[in-house]
Protein backbone atom coordinates (compact mmCIF):
# COMPACT_ATOMS: atom_id res chain seq x y z
CA UNK A 1 0.00 0.00 0.00
CA UNK A 2 1.12 3.35 -0.80
CA UNK A 3 0.82 6.61 0.89
CA UNK A 4 -0.50 8.35 -1.76
CA UNK A 5 -2.38 8.00 -5.20
CA UNK A 6 -2.82 10.67 -7.77
CA UNK A 7 -5.19 10.52 -10.31
CA UNK A 8 -4.09 12.53 -13.37
CA UNK A 9 -0.48 12.61 -14.73
CA UNK A 10 -1.11 16.07 -16.09
CA UNK A 11 2.04 18.87 -14.42
CA UNK A 12 -0.46 19.63 -11.69
CA UNK A 13 -0.69 15.75 -10.75
CA UNK A 14 3.04 15.31 -11.30
CA UNK A 15 4.08 18.57 -9.56
CA UNK A 16 1.45 17.06 -6.41
CA UNK A 17 3.55 13.66 -6.49
CA UNK A 18 7.03 15.30 -6.35
CA UNK A 19 5.85 17.48 -3.55
CA UNK A 20 4.91 14.15 -1.38
CA UNK A 21 7.77 12.08 -2.80
CA UNK A 22 10.46 14.86 -1.31
CA UNK A 23 8.23 14.85 2.06
CA UNK A 24 9.25 10.46 2.26
CA UNK A 25 5.62 9.35 0.88
CA UNK A 26 5.39 6.98 -1.36
CA UNK A 27 3.06 7.82 -4.29
CA UNK A 28 1.54 5.91 -7.49
CA UNK A 29 0.40 8.26 -10.29
CA UNK A 30 -2.78 6.28 -12.30
CA UNK A 31 -3.02 7.94 -15.74
CA UNK A 32 -5.83 6.96 -18.27
CA UNK A 33 -3.74 8.17 -21.21
CA UNK A 34 -0.78 5.31 -22.94
CA UNK A 35 1.62 8.35 -21.77
CA UNK A 36 1.73 11.17 -19.07
CA UNK A 37 1.22 14.68 -19.38
CA UNK A 38 -2.17 15.69 -19.94
CA UNK A 39 -1.99 18.96 -22.02
CA UNK A 40 1.90 19.03 -21.31
CA UNK A 41 2.58 16.24 -24.47
CA UNK A 42 4.41 16.56 -27.83
CA UNK A 43 4.40 14.02 -30.66
CA UNK A 44 5.51 13.82 -34.56
CA UNK A 45 2.19 12.53 -35.49
CA UNK A 46 1.94 15.67 -37.88
CA UNK A 47 4.83 14.52 -39.80
CA UNK A 48 7.72 12.55 -38.74
CA UNK A 49 10.78 15.10 -39.05
CA UNK A 50 8.47 17.77 -37.40
CA UNK A 51 7.79 17.93 -33.26
CA UNK A 52 4.50 19.35 -32.96
CA UNK A 53 2.88 20.33 -29.34
CA UNK A 54 -0.52 18.80 -29.06
CA UNK A 55 -1.95 20.55 -26.59
CA UNK A 56 0.35 23.92 -24.68
CA UNK A 57 3.12 25.11 -26.24
CA UNK A 58 4.42 28.39 -24.45
CA UNK A 59 5.33 28.49 -20.55
CA UNK A 60 5.37 32.06 -19.31
CA UNK A 61 3.70 30.84 -15.90
CA UNK A 62 6.29 27.97 -15.38
CA UNK A 63 9.18 30.41 -15.63
CA UNK A 64 7.86 32.68 -13.14
CA UNK A 65 6.41 29.74 -10.80
CA UNK A 66 8.02 29.51 -7.65
CA UNK A 67 6.29 25.81 -7.21
CA UNK A 68 8.42 24.40 -10.67
CA UNK A 69 11.48 26.52 -9.70
CA UNK A 70 12.38 24.79 -6.20
CA UNK A 71 12.30 21.40 -8.33
CA UNK A 72 15.08 22.27 -9.94
CA UNK A 73 14.25 20.38 -13.20
CA UNK A 74 17.34 21.42 -14.99
CA UNK A 75 18.85 18.25 -12.92
CA UNK A 76 16.17 16.29 -14.86
CA UNK A 77 17.62 17.69 -18.64
CA UNK A 78 14.91 20.46 -18.79
CA UNK A 79 16.07 23.14 -20.51
CA UNK A 80 14.24 26.56 -22.13
CA UNK A 81 14.48 28.12 -25.58
CA UNK A 82 13.06 31.64 -26.67
CA UNK A 83 12.01 33.08 -30.05
CA UNK A 84 14.04 36.59 -30.98
CA UNK A 85 10.43 38.31 -29.89
CA UNK A 86 7.93 37.33 -27.35
CA UNK A 87 4.89 38.10 -29.03
CA UNK A 88 3.27 39.58 -32.03
CA UNK A 89 0.49 41.13 -32.85
CA UNK A 90 0.27 42.42 -36.97
CA UNK A 91 -2.42 44.26 -38.60
CA UNK A 92 -3.52 44.48 -42.61
CA UNK A 93 -1.62 47.74 -42.87
CA UNK A 94 1.71 46.22 -41.81
CA UNK A 95 2.06 47.59 -38.78
CA UNK A 96 3.16 44.96 -35.78
CA UNK A 97 2.35 45.69 -32.15
CA UNK A 98 5.61 43.49 -30.26
CA UNK A 99 6.16 42.25 -26.88
CA UNK A 100 10.19 41.61 -26.01
CA UNK A 101 11.94 40.56 -23.42
CA UNK A 102 13.69 44.13 -23.46
CA UNK A 103 10.83 46.62 -22.60
CA UNK A 104 12.29 49.54 -24.43
CA UNK A 105 12.10 47.27 -27.90
CA UNK A 106 8.62 46.91 -26.76
CA UNK A 107 8.11 50.51 -26.00
CA UNK A 108 9.87 51.58 -29.13
CA UNK A 109 7.42 49.34 -31.32
CA UNK A 110 4.94 50.84 -29.45
CA UNK A 111 5.63 54.50 -30.10
CA UNK A 112 5.22 53.66 -33.74
CA UNK A 113 1.28 53.47 -33.11
CA UNK A 114 1.20 57.19 -31.34
CA UNK A 115 3.61 58.89 -30.03
CA UNK A 116 3.85 58.65 -26.03
CA UNK A 117 2.72 55.09 -25.63
CA UNK A 118 6.02 53.58 -25.05
CA UNK A 119 6.38 55.87 -22.28
CA UNK A 120 2.89 54.96 -21.35
CA UNK A 121 4.23 51.04 -21.55
CA UNK A 122 7.37 52.07 -19.85
CA UNK A 123 5.04 52.94 -16.61
CA UNK A 124 2.73 49.79 -16.31
CA UNK A 125 6.67 48.16 -16.32
CA UNK A 126 7.27 50.19 -13.33
CA UNK A 127 4.10 48.96 -11.68
CA UNK A 128 5.27 45.36 -12.17
CA UNK A 129 8.84 46.53 -10.83
CA UNK A 130 7.54 47.39 -7.41
CA UNK A 131 4.60 44.40 -7.34
CA UNK A 132 5.09 41.42 -9.76
CA UNK A 133 7.23 40.01 -7.06
CA UNK A 134 4.77 39.72 -4.72
CA UNK A 135 1.93 39.00 -7.30
CA UNK A 136 3.36 36.01 -8.32
CA UNK A 137 3.86 34.79 -4.95
CA UNK A 138 0.50 35.87 -3.86
CA UNK A 139 -0.89 34.62 -6.70
CA UNK A 140 0.56 30.79 -6.11
CA UNK A 141 0.51 30.68 -2.67
CA UNK A 142 -2.66 28.48 -1.02
CA UNK A 143 -5.60 30.29 -0.56
CA UNK A 144 -6.07 32.66 1.35
CA UNK A 145 -2.30 33.78 0.87
CA UNK A 146 -1.90 35.37 4.26
CA UNK A 147 1.59 36.17 4.56
CA UNK A 148 1.84 37.00 0.90
CA UNK A 149 -1.19 38.57 0.41
CA UNK A 150 -0.72 41.28 3.25
CA UNK A 151 2.71 42.01 1.84
CA UNK A 152 1.13 42.59 -1.15
CA UNK A 153 -1.97 44.86 -0.10
CA UNK A 154 1.14 47.11 1.83
CA UNK A 155 2.70 47.10 -1.90
CA UNK A 156 -0.50 47.95 -3.16
CA UNK A 157 -0.99 51.01 -0.95
CA UNK A 158 2.20 52.58 -1.66
CA UNK A 159 2.51 51.60 -5.31
CA UNK A 160 -1.48 53.57 -5.74
CA UNK A 161 -3.58 52.21 -3.67
CA UNK A 162 -7.15 52.08 -4.62
CA UNK A 163 -6.47 53.69 -7.70
CA UNK A 164 -4.17 51.08 -8.59
CA UNK A 165 -6.69 48.24 -7.77
CA UNK A 166 -9.54 50.05 -9.73
CA UNK A 167 -7.06 49.94 -13.01
CA UNK A 168 -6.24 45.86 -12.23
CA UNK A 169 -10.04 45.30 -12.48
CA UNK A 170 -11.29 47.21 -15.38
CA UNK A 171 -11.95 45.25 -18.48
CA UNK A 172 -9.10 45.49 -20.80
CA UNK A 173 -10.86 47.61 -23.18
CA UNK A 174 -10.99 50.62 -20.53
CA UNK A 175 -7.94 49.50 -19.69
CA UNK A 176 -6.00 50.11 -22.93
CA UNK A 177 -8.24 53.20 -23.93
CA UNK A 178 -6.77 54.97 -20.72
CA UNK A 179 -3.52 54.08 -20.82
CA UNK A 180 -2.67 54.20 -24.83
CA UNK A 181 -3.66 56.32 -28.21
CA UNK A 182 -2.84 53.98 -30.51
CA UNK A 183 -3.72 50.56 -31.20
CA UNK A 184 -0.59 48.53 -30.48
CA UNK A 185 -0.51 48.57 -26.39
CA UNK A 186 -4.53 47.87 -26.43
CA UNK A 187 -4.00 45.10 -28.31
CA UNK A 188 -1.29 43.36 -26.36
CA UNK A 189 -3.73 43.89 -23.33
CA UNK A 190 -6.41 42.74 -24.94
CA UNK A 191 -4.46 39.51 -26.60
CA UNK A 192 -3.07 38.15 -23.93
CA UNK A 193 -6.33 38.49 -21.62
CA UNK A 194 -7.70 36.39 -24.63
CA UNK A 195 -5.26 33.38 -23.21
CA UNK A 196 -8.33 33.27 -20.67
CA UNK A 197 -11.77 32.96 -21.93
CA UNK A 198 -11.94 36.91 -21.01
CA UNK A 199 -13.60 39.22 -23.32
CA UNK A 200 -12.54 42.83 -23.56
CA UNK A 201 -16.04 43.91 -21.99
CA UNK A 202 -14.80 41.16 -18.78
CA UNK A 203 -14.57 43.05 -15.53
CA UNK A 204 -10.75 41.81 -14.29
CA UNK A 205 -9.47 41.52 -17.91
CA UNK A 206 -7.24 43.95 -17.82
CA UNK A 207 -5.94 42.97 -14.61
CA UNK A 208 -5.22 39.42 -15.96
CA UNK A 209 -4.00 40.96 -19.43
CA UNK A 210 -1.42 42.68 -17.73
CA UNK A 211 -0.48 39.67 -15.74
CA UNK A 212 0.12 38.09 -18.98
CA UNK A 213 1.94 41.06 -20.86
CA UNK A 214 4.28 42.05 -17.64
CA UNK A 215 5.30 37.56 -17.13
CA UNK A 216 5.76 37.86 -20.96
CA UNK A 217 7.82 41.52 -20.55
CA UNK A 218 9.89 39.53 -17.38
CA UNK A 219 9.99 35.66 -18.27
CA UNK A 220 9.49 35.38 -21.90
CA UNK A 221 7.41 33.25 -23.15
CA UNK A 222 9.75 29.70 -23.49
CA UNK A 223 9.32 26.44 -24.25
CA UNK A 224 10.97 23.73 -23.38
CA UNK A 225 13.99 22.40 -26.18
CA UNK A 226 12.66 19.14 -27.73
CA UNK A 227 9.32 19.72 -27.02
CA UNK A 228 6.35 20.01 -24.48
CA UNK A 229 6.95 16.85 -23.49
CA UNK A 230 10.46 17.41 -22.14
CA UNK A 231 8.46 18.99 -19.35
CA UNK A 232 6.51 16.21 -18.77
CA UNK A 233 9.37 13.66 -18.75
CA UNK A 234 11.63 16.15 -16.53
CA UNK A 235 8.43 15.61 -13.61
CA UNK A 236 8.67 11.84 -14.40
CA UNK A 237 12.18 11.00 -13.89
CA UNK A 238 12.29 13.43 -10.43
CA UNK A 239 9.63 11.42 -9.61
CA UNK A 240 11.00 8.05 -10.54
CA UNK A 241 14.42 9.05 -8.83
CA UNK A 242 12.61 9.35 -5.68
CA UNK A 243 10.80 5.83 -5.47
CA UNK A 244 7.34 7.41 -7.41
CA UNK A 245 5.83 5.03 -9.66
CA UNK A 246 3.48 6.07 -13.07
CA UNK A 247 1.04 3.89 -14.38
CA UNK A 248 -0.55 4.70 -17.69
CA UNK A 249 -3.29 3.33 -19.31
CA UNK A 250 -4.91 2.85 -16.01
CA UNK A 251 -8.17 5.13 -15.70
CA UNK A 252 -9.94 5.42 -11.94
CA UNK A 253 -13.42 4.79 -12.20
CA UNK A 254 -14.22 5.31 -8.93
CA UNK A 255 -12.84 7.48 -5.20
CA UNK A 256 -13.56 4.98 -2.64
CA UNK A 257 -14.55 6.27 0.65
CA UNK A 258 -15.16 4.45 4.04
CA UNK A 259 -16.34 6.78 6.84
CA UNK A 260 -16.35 9.93 5.53
CA UNK A 261 -12.72 9.44 3.42
CA UNK A 262 -10.72 8.77 0.86
CA UNK A 263 -9.20 5.04 1.62
CA UNK A 264 -7.99 4.51 -1.89
CA UNK A 265 -9.30 4.45 -5.87
CA UNK A 266 -10.91 1.52 -7.86
CA UNK A 267 -9.74 1.30 -11.51
CA UNK A 268 -11.95 0.55 -14.96
CA UNK A 269 -9.73 -3.18 -14.76
CA UNK A 270 -11.45 -3.68 -11.32
CA UNK A 271 -7.98 -3.64 -9.55
CA UNK A 272 -8.33 -1.63 -5.77
CA UNK A 273 -5.63 0.48 -5.29
CA UNK A 274 -5.22 1.61 -1.18
CA UNK A 275 -3.61 4.86 -0.44
CA UNK A 276 -2.58 5.08 3.28
CA UNK A 277 -2.87 8.79 3.67
CA UNK A 278 -4.41 10.84 1.30
CA UNK A 279 -5.91 10.56 -2.58
CA UNK A 280 -5.31 13.56 -4.94
CA UNK A 281 -7.02 14.32 -7.72
CA UNK A 282 -5.50 16.14 -10.59
CA UNK A 283 -9.29 16.00 -12.64
CA UNK A 284 -11.62 18.60 -13.29
CA UNK A 285 -14.21 19.25 -10.20
CA UNK A 286 -17.26 18.02 -12.12
CA UNK A 287 -15.36 14.82 -13.27
CA UNK A 288 -14.24 14.20 -9.10
CA UNK A 289 -17.86 15.31 -8.01
CA UNK A 290 -19.89 14.26 -10.26
CA UNK A 291 -18.20 10.88 -11.93
CA UNK A 292 -15.35 9.45 -9.38
CA UNK A 293 -17.11 10.23 -5.90
CA UNK A 294 -20.49 8.16 -4.69
CA UNK A 295 -23.05 11.07 -4.44
CA UNK A 296 -23.66 9.92 -1.42
CA UNK A 297 -20.59 10.98 -0.07
CA UNK A 298 -21.16 14.86 -1.25
CA UNK A 299 -23.46 17.06 0.31
CA UNK A 300 -26.10 18.59 -2.01
CA UNK A 301 -24.90 21.62 -2.49
CA UNK A 302 -21.93 20.58 -4.24
CA UNK A 303 -24.01 18.76 -6.64
CA UNK A 304 -26.05 21.37 -7.11
CA UNK A 305 -23.42 23.90 -7.49
CA UNK A 306 -21.59 21.18 -10.08
CA UNK A 307 -24.61 22.06 -12.57
CA UNK A 308 -23.45 25.45 -11.95
CA UNK A 309 -19.75 25.10 -13.15
CA UNK A 310 -18.86 26.89 -15.94
CA UNK A 311 -16.30 26.03 -18.17
CA UNK A 312 -14.26 28.47 -20.20
CA UNK A 313 -14.26 28.44 -24.04
CA UNK A 314 -14.62 25.23 -25.88
CA UNK A 315 -10.85 25.27 -28.39
CA UNK A 316 -10.41 24.34 -32.32
CA UNK A 317 -6.37 23.60 -33.16
CA UNK A 318 -4.69 22.85 -36.24
CA UNK A 319 -1.23 21.66 -36.08
CA UNK A 320 1.21 22.27 -39.47
CA UNK A 321 4.42 20.92 -40.82
CA UNK A 322 5.47 23.81 -43.13
CA UNK A 323 8.36 24.07 -46.12
CA UNK A 324 8.92 27.04 -45.04
CA UNK A 325 8.79 29.98 -42.26
CA UNK A 326 5.13 31.67 -42.43
CA UNK A 327 5.78 35.08 -44.69
CA UNK A 328 4.39 37.35 -42.74
CA UNK A 329 3.38 40.95 -44.40
CA UNK A 330 4.93 42.67 -40.91
CA UNK A 331 8.40 41.57 -40.69
CA UNK A 332 8.43 41.81 -37.01
CA UNK A 333 5.72 39.28 -36.76
CA UNK A 334 8.67 36.35 -38.37
CA UNK A 335 10.45 36.35 -34.99
CA UNK A 336 8.23 36.08 -32.42
CA UNK A 337 7.34 32.99 -31.09
CA UNK A 338 3.23 33.82 -30.40
CA UNK A 339 1.53 35.44 -33.38
CA UNK A 340 -2.25 37.03 -32.45
CA UNK A 341 -4.26 37.39 -35.12
CA UNK A 342 -7.75 39.68 -34.96
CA UNK A 343 -8.13 43.16 -36.44
CA UNK A 344 -8.19 45.38 -33.82
CA UNK A 345 -9.79 45.34 -30.20
CA UNK A 346 -13.59 45.85 -31.96
CA UNK A 347 -12.64 42.45 -33.99
CA UNK A 348 -11.63 40.97 -30.44
CA UNK A 349 -15.09 42.23 -29.26
CA UNK A 350 -16.68 40.75 -32.45
CA UNK A 351 -15.16 37.37 -32.12
CA UNK A 352 -16.43 37.09 -28.21
CA UNK A 353 -19.81 38.17 -28.65
CA UNK A 354 -20.33 35.17 -31.63
CA UNK A 355 -18.83 33.33 -29.11
CA UNK A 356 -21.14 34.41 -26.42
CA UNK A 357 -24.54 33.92 -28.91
CA UNK A 358 -23.20 30.24 -29.92
CA UNK A 359 -22.61 31.48 -33.18
CA UNK A 360 -19.11 29.71 -34.60
CA UNK A 361 -17.05 32.43 -35.31
CA UNK A 362 -16.75 33.99 -38.72
CA UNK A 363 -13.44 35.17 -38.52
CA UNK A 364 -11.58 33.79 -35.70
CA UNK A 365 -9.23 35.34 -33.52
CA UNK A 366 -5.92 33.34 -33.85
CA UNK A 367 -3.36 32.16 -31.32
CA UNK A 368 -0.59 30.97 -33.20
CA UNK A 369 2.62 29.61 -32.51
CA UNK A 370 6.26 29.45 -34.49
CA UNK A 371 7.76 26.67 -32.66
CA UNK A 372 10.90 26.30 -34.57
CA UNK A 373 11.25 29.86 -34.65
CA UNK A 374 11.21 29.27 -30.57
CA UNK A 375 13.14 26.21 -30.65
CA UNK A 376 15.16 24.96 -33.68
CA UNK A 377 15.37 21.78 -32.81
CA UNK A 378 11.54 21.39 -33.44
CA UNK A 379 11.95 20.98 -37.72
CA UNK A 380 14.81 20.80 -40.38
CA UNK A 381 16.63 24.04 -40.96
CA UNK A 382 14.55 26.59 -43.22
CA UNK A 383 10.83 24.93 -42.26
CA UNK A 384 8.70 25.73 -39.89
CA UNK A 385 6.61 23.61 -36.81
CA UNK A 386 3.61 25.71 -36.12
CA UNK A 387 0.34 25.63 -34.85
CA UNK A 388 -3.18 28.14 -34.12
CA UNK A 389 -5.97 27.77 -32.58
CA UNK A 390 -9.34 29.56 -32.19
CA UNK A 391 -12.24 29.13 -29.71
CA UNK A 392 -15.93 28.19 -30.42
CA UNK A 393 -18.98 27.70 -28.60
CA UNK A 394 -19.35 24.72 -26.37
CA UNK A 395 -23.38 24.52 -27.51
CA UNK A 396 -23.51 25.54 -31.21
CA UNK A 397 -26.77 27.56 -32.37
CA UNK A 398 -25.16 28.33 -35.82
CA UNK A 399 -22.68 29.71 -38.35
CA UNK A 400 -21.71 33.31 -38.40
CA UNK A 401 -20.02 32.03 -41.32
CA UNK A 402 -21.16 30.85 -44.90
CA UNK A 403 -20.35 27.07 -44.32
CA UNK A 404 -23.18 26.09 -42.55
CA UNK A 405 -20.89 24.62 -39.61
CA UNK A 406 -23.30 23.13 -37.04
CA UNK A 407 -20.63 21.83 -34.58
CA UNK A 408 -21.19 18.89 -35.20
CA UNK A 409 -17.34 18.53 -35.74
CA UNK A 410 -17.68 15.47 -37.94
CA UNK A 411 -15.02 14.92 -40.87
CA UNK A 412 -16.24 17.40 -43.39
CA UNK A 413 -16.85 20.03 -40.78
CA UNK A 414 -13.31 19.66 -39.03
CA UNK A 415 -11.77 19.93 -42.38
CA UNK A 416 -13.86 23.08 -43.84
CA UNK A 417 -13.05 24.81 -40.07
CA UNK A 418 -9.25 24.38 -40.38
CA UNK A 419 -9.46 25.98 -43.95
CA UNK A 420 -11.61 28.87 -42.03
CA UNK A 421 -8.42 29.05 -39.89
CA UNK A 422 -5.55 29.11 -42.44
CA UNK A 423 -7.61 31.53 -44.95
CA UNK A 424 -7.09 33.45 -41.46
CA UNK A 425 -3.66 33.19 -41.44
CA UNK A 426 -3.51 33.72 -45.43
CA UNK A 427 -4.94 37.36 -45.13
CA UNK A 428 -1.78 38.31 -42.46
CA UNK A 429 1.22 36.46 -44.48
CA UNK A 430 -0.47 35.63 -48.32
CA UNK A 431 1.00 32.44 -49.59
CA UNK A 432 1.10 30.76 -46.23
CA UNK A 433 -1.00 27.93 -47.63
CA UNK A 434 1.35 27.13 -50.08
CA UNK A 435 3.57 26.26 -47.49
CA UNK A 436 1.80 23.42 -45.73
CA UNK A 437 3.18 19.79 -45.99
CA UNK A 438 0.93 18.50 -43.43
CA UNK A 439 -1.34 19.49 -40.76
CA UNK A 440 -3.43 17.58 -37.92
CA UNK A 441 -7.10 18.84 -36.79
CA UNK A 442 -7.79 18.75 -32.93
CA UNK A 443 -11.64 19.28 -32.81
CA UNK A 444 -13.26 19.91 -29.04
CA UNK A 445 -14.31 16.11 -29.34
CA UNK A 446 -10.50 15.44 -30.23
CA UNK A 447 -8.64 17.33 -26.96
CA UNK A 448 -11.77 15.64 -24.43
CA UNK A 449 -10.33 11.98 -26.19
CA UNK A 450 -6.62 13.12 -25.48
CA UNK A 451 -7.34 14.32 -22.43
CA UNK A 452 -10.40 13.80 -20.07
CA UNK A 453 -9.99 17.21 -17.78
CA UNK A 454 -10.14 19.11 -21.70
CA UNK A 455 -14.23 18.63 -21.82
CA UNK A 456 -14.93 19.82 -25.10
CA UNK A 457 -11.68 21.72 -25.18
CA UNK A 458 -11.83 23.97 -22.67
CA UNK A 459 -8.25 24.29 -21.51
CA UNK A 460 -8.09 26.12 -18.11
CA UNK A 461 -10.24 23.78 -15.77
CA UNK A 462 -12.99 25.82 -15.93
CA UNK A 463 -13.69 29.85 -16.69
CA UNK A 464 -11.58 32.45 -15.81
CA UNK A 465 -13.72 35.23 -14.81
CA UNK A 466 -14.64 36.59 -11.77
CA UNK A 467 -17.72 34.67 -10.60
CA UNK A 468 -15.34 31.31 -10.54
CA UNK A 469 -12.10 32.87 -9.42
CA UNK A 470 -10.49 32.77 -5.65
CA UNK A 471 -12.96 31.79 -3.04
CA UNK A 472 -15.26 31.17 -5.81
CA UNK A 473 -13.52 28.19 -7.14
CA UNK A 474 -14.48 25.93 -8.41
CA UNK A 475 -17.23 26.71 -6.04
CA UNK A 476 -18.97 29.00 -3.21
CA UNK A 477 -16.87 28.79 -0.08
CA UNK A 478 -13.71 27.04 -1.03
CA UNK A 479 -10.87 28.13 -3.22
CA UNK A 480 -8.63 25.61 -1.28
CA UNK A 481 -7.93 22.04 -2.26
CA UNK A 482 -10.04 20.25 0.50
CA UNK A 483 -12.95 18.37 -0.36
CA UNK A 484 -15.91 17.75 1.88
CA UNK A 485 -14.56 13.76 2.09
CA UNK A 486 -11.45 14.04 4.28
CA UNK A 487 -8.16 13.09 2.89
CA UNK A 488 -9.03 13.87 -0.52
CA UNK A 489 -8.16 17.02 -2.55
CA UNK A 490 -8.41 18.36 -5.52
CA UNK A 491 -5.40 18.86 -7.32
CA UNK A 492 -5.96 20.27 -11.06
CA UNK A 493 -6.44 23.84 -12.72
CA UNK A 494 -9.79 23.61 -11.56
CA UNK A 495 -8.83 24.69 -7.91
CA UNK A 496 -6.84 27.75 -7.30
CA UNK A 497 -5.46 29.79 -8.53
CA UNK A 498 -6.71 28.04 -11.68
CA UNK A 499 -5.32 27.15 -15.38
CA UNK A 500 -1.99 27.61 -16.96
CA UNK A 501 1.42 25.34 -16.76
CA UNK A 502 2.83 26.08 -12.84
CA UNK A 503 2.09 23.81 -10.94
CA UNK A 504 -0.12 25.53 -7.90
CA UNK A 505 -2.49 23.84 -7.88
CA UNK A 506 -0.78 20.30 -7.55
CA UNK A 507 1.63 21.80 -5.05
CA UNK A 508 -1.20 23.12 -2.76
CA UNK A 509 -3.22 19.86 -2.93
CA UNK A 510 0.14 17.74 -1.32
CA UNK A 511 0.78 20.60 0.96
CA UNK A 512 -2.75 20.27 2.37
CA UNK A 513 -2.38 16.60 2.47
CA UNK A 514 0.95 17.06 4.40
CA UNK A 515 -0.41 19.51 7.08
CA UNK A 516 -3.40 16.76 7.15
CA UNK A 517 -1.00 14.66 8.50
CA UNK A 518 0.91 16.76 10.68
CA UNK A 519 -2.02 17.44 12.81
CA UNK A 520 -4.10 20.14 11.24
CA UNK A 521 -6.23 17.86 9.91
CA UNK A 522 -6.53 15.24 12.48
CA UNK A 523 -10.10 16.41 13.65
CA UNK A 524 -13.18 15.93 11.16
CA UNK A 525 -14.54 19.02 10.17
CA UNK A 526 -18.43 19.54 11.02
CA UNK A 527 -19.19 18.84 6.86
CA UNK A 528 -16.98 15.58 7.05
CA UNK A 529 -18.53 14.76 10.04
CA UNK A 530 -22.02 14.62 8.75
CA UNK A 531 -20.73 12.89 5.50
CA UNK A 532 -18.98 10.16 7.55
CA UNK A 533 -20.51 6.43 6.43
CA UNK A 534 -20.06 3.09 7.66
CA UNK A 535 -18.29 0.57 5.26
CA UNK A 536 -21.94 -1.22 4.10
CA UNK A 537 -20.35 -3.08 1.31
CA UNK A 538 -18.37 -5.48 3.65
CA UNK A 539 -14.95 -4.93 1.87
CA UNK A 540 -11.74 -6.70 3.27
CA UNK A 541 -9.76 -4.09 5.75
CA UNK A 542 -7.14 -3.34 2.94
CA UNK A 543 -9.27 -0.11 2.45
CA UNK A 544 -8.39 0.41 6.16
CA UNK A 545 -5.13 1.73 7.59
Not at 246 to 269: D, F, K, P, Y
Not at 399 to 413: H, N, S, T, Y
Amino acid sequence: MVDAVVIGSGPNGLVAANVLADAGWTVEVLEEQPEPGGAVRSDREVHPDYINDMFSSFYPLAAASPVLAALDLDREGLRWSHAPHVLAHPLLDGSCAVLDRDRTVTADALDGFAPGDGESWLGLCHIWDRLGEDIVKALFAPFPPVLAGGVLAARLRAAGGLRLARSLVLPVRRLGDEEFLGEGGKLLLAGNALHADLAPEAAGSGGFGWLMSMLGQAHGFPVPVGGAGALTAALVSRLRSRGGAVRCGERVTEVVVRQGRAVGVRTASGEAVPARRAVLADVSAPSLYESLVPAEHLPPRILDDMRRFQWDFATFKVDWALDGPIPWSAPAAATAGTVHLAEGVDELTRWAAQIARGLIPDRPFLLCGQMTTADATRSPRGTESAWAYTHVPHRTKGDAGEDGLAGVWDADERERMADRVESQVERYAPGFRDRVRARRILSPASFEAADGNLRNGAINGGTASMHQQLVFRPVPGTGRPETPVKRLYLASASAHPGGGVHGAPGANAARAALRSRLGSGAALSATQRMLARRNRTGEADRWTS
